[in-house]
């Protein structure tokens, strides 16, 4: 999934078990968080009924899609997402020429389906986003939807919305960008865990794809190779990195998603020049990276190698590179602490700071993120809604909500004895005492 906002469960461990009052407890907490944070757990039938029939006759639909759309349904291609995901809304595929790579982020094209003139979207525009809590899921899009048309499944034909990098071999910028509608055919679903695997034993592809003459092994090492390169090329560039010990599969979605959101903002603003939801984070003042950098010096085991520094953010990745495994997140906190907060703004310039992006926006995640939705009906349409700052600042008030939603229902995970990162990843059963 784009972005990685959330975590699947462990693969081989049970749900966490807990009893019926303590089951009522939670159920209440999410209740009195939910009207707190004006979180709208239910949907209303109208929107559902809309939903339903918009998956009704999709095959034959996406049939006659596919003389209009670019048929990439010959092309290795696969998904990597949480185990427990339940909407696929992402997919890769790849190829190194003589002279380039060509990267494929393949999108759900939920717009298709969902539209300014739909009951979904203006349900989407109050939700905002998915609100993801520990073991708890609020949807953006009604499930029937998601997890059936817009879920990019193996071995089914599904409408998407591509985005084509060609990229320079050696210093991996954009030759060109191409941004399109296609149908495309899944051939695996991997969870991190086998993708991970994947990359070490080439042999488990047997056990992952059915059909023998797809090669996933040699392309899941071949984006491995583009996906390296590009993180340490932006870590040199100056982009933060406040996660140095993230696995490959885990690293490969973050680069790629990262290169497909950065070159759909290059291609709204530099060639058609045309307001969208961007990103913007404003960078902390020189003060504000002085006291997080002498926090960080403070800490025990902990030092800024080098001297001179021209970048905070080149000095805290070097620091997160080099800094015993105790202290990484005691060096992130100090580092966050000092951030401002991103915003959605219709307006880029400002650049995004901790990516150190001159423009950036969301493109990877119209299935959870208004934003993403938003801008995939501008790619398309060139259609910018009348009402875009209301919807960027409405959208950045959501995201807020839902973070401080789920920091404290963290929290109270906390005080009733629950260990919120095994409910997250892991779930929970009522059972009887």
Not at 125 to 144: A, F, K, S, W
């Amino acid at each position: 999934m784009s972005d990685q906002a959330h975590a699947g469960t462990a693969e081989g461990q049970g749900p966490v078990e807990i009893d019926e009052e303590l089951a009522r407890h939670l159920a209440n907490k999410r209740d009195e968080l939910f009207e707190k944070f004006d979180v709208r757990d239910e949907f209303p039938e109208s929107v559902l009924a809309e939903a339903r029939r918009r998956t009704d006759g999709v095959q034959a639909e996406i049939e006659e899609e596919v003389d209009d759309r670019a048929d990439l349904r010959g092309m290795t291609t696969w998904t990597t997402d949480p185990v427990d995901a339940q909407d696929f809304d992402d997919a890769l595929s790849i190829e190194k020429r003589d002279d380039e790579y060509v990267l494929w982020v393949h999108i759900a094209d939920v717009t298709h389906y969902v539209h300014p003139d739909s009951e979904m979207w203006t349900e989407a525009v109050e939700r905002g986003n998915t609100v993801y809590l520990p073991g708890y899921t609020i949807h953006m899009l009604p499930p029937v939807l998601a997890e059936t048309v817009c879920s990019l499944v193996p071995a089914e034909d599904r409408l998407a919305h591509t985005v084509e990098m060609h990229l320079d071999p050696e210093t991996l910028s954009y030759e060109t960008i191409d941004i399109y509608k296609s149908v495309v055919r899944s051939d695996a679903r991997l969870t991190y865990t086998e993708a991970e695997r994947l990359l070490d034993d080439p042999e488990t592809e047997a056990d992952l794809v059915d059909d023998p003459d797809v090669d996933l092994a040699a392309r899941c090492e071949l984006v491995w190779e583009l996906a390296d390169r590009m993180h340490e090329q932006r870590k040199e560039d100056g982009s933060l990195v406040l996660n140095p010990r993230r696995d490959r599969a885990h690293t490969i979605i973050e680069e790629c998603m990262l290169k497909a959101n950065k070159a759909v903002t290059h291609e709204l603003m530099w060639n058609r020049g045309v307001e969208a939801m961007y990103r913007v984070h404003p960078q902390p003042t020189p003060d504000e990276w002085n006291e997080a950098l002498r926090e960080i010096q403070d800490l025990d085991g902990v030092s800024i190698p080098g001297s001179g520094w021209d970048d905070p953010r080149k000095a805290v990745n070097a620091t997160l590179e080099e800094a015993p495994e105790r202290q990484l997140t005691k060096i992130q906190r100090a580092v966050m602490k000092v951030m401002p907060r991103a915003k959605y703004m219709s307006d880029p310039f400002g650049g995004h700071h901790a990516l150190n992006f001159e423009i950036y926006g969301h493109f990877t995640s119209p299935i959870r993120r208004l934003s993403d939705l938003v801008n995939h009906w501008i790619v398309y349409k060139n259609d910018v809604p009348e009402n875009l700052a209301d919807l960027c600042s409405h959208a950045s008030d959501k995201q807020q909500d839902a973070e401080q939603c789920e920091r404290e229902y963290r929290q109270f995970l906390q005080e009733v004895g629950l260990d919120p990162a095994a409910v997250n990843n892991r779930g929970v059963e009522v059972v009887d005492e």
